[in-house]
């Protein structure tokens, strides 16, 4: 499943609202270290579908929301569980590390 777009709009339904954790990466165009950590986004939103939702939110299109969440710098990687942040990680980092993250905060099972 690829990564959901969301916006100041959808954010509440698509994340706060989610049966499931929701990993969302603040980003924009012209943030190198975000184009970085695009493609191991894509890959766990493909690989853990069934476990957890990857979304996206553009800075520069909808900026409502991560200045209501403290957003300072980017790529801002934020965990929701049931409608709360659980966990936040700033700065670019390889899936691996992402992965980690995700099982210590219990929203991914280990790979097999």
Same mark, same amino acid.
């Given at each position: 499943?690829?990564?959901?777009?969301?916006?100041?709009?959808?954010?509440?339904?698509?994340?706060?609202?989610?049966?499931?954790?929701?990993?969302?990466?603040?980003? !924009?165009?012209?943030?190198?270290?975000?184009?970085?950590?695009?493609?191991?986004?894509?890959?766990?939103?493909?690989?853990?579908?069934?476990?957890?939702?990857? !979304?996206?939110?553009?800075?520069?299109?909808?900026? +409502?929301?991560?200045?209501?969440?403290?957003?300072?710098?980017?790529?801002?990687? +934020?965990?929701?569980?049931?409608?709360? +942040?659980?966990s936040?990680?700033?700065? !670019?980092m390889?899936?691996?590390?992402?992965?980690?993250?995700?099982?210590?905060?219990?929203?991914?099972?280990?790979?097999?």
């Amino acid at each position: 499943m690829p990564t959901l777009k969301v916006t100041d709009d959808s954010f509440e339904a698509d994340v706060l609202k989610a049966s499931k954790p929701v990993l969302v990466d603040f980003w !924009a165009e012209w943030c190198g270290p975000c184009k970085q950590i695009g493609p191991a986004l894509e890959q766990i939103a493909d690989d853990y579908a069934e476990q957890l939702t990857v !979304a996206k939110i553009n800075i520069e299109d909808s900026p +409502m929301t991560p200045s209501k969440l403290g957003v300072k710098g980017i790529p801002t990687l +934020m965990l929701f569980k049931d409608g709360h +942040m659980a966990s936040m990680k700033v700065g !670019a980092m390889p899936k691996q590390k992402i992965m980690e993250w995700l099982v210590e905060s219990g929203a991914a099972k280990p790979a097999e």
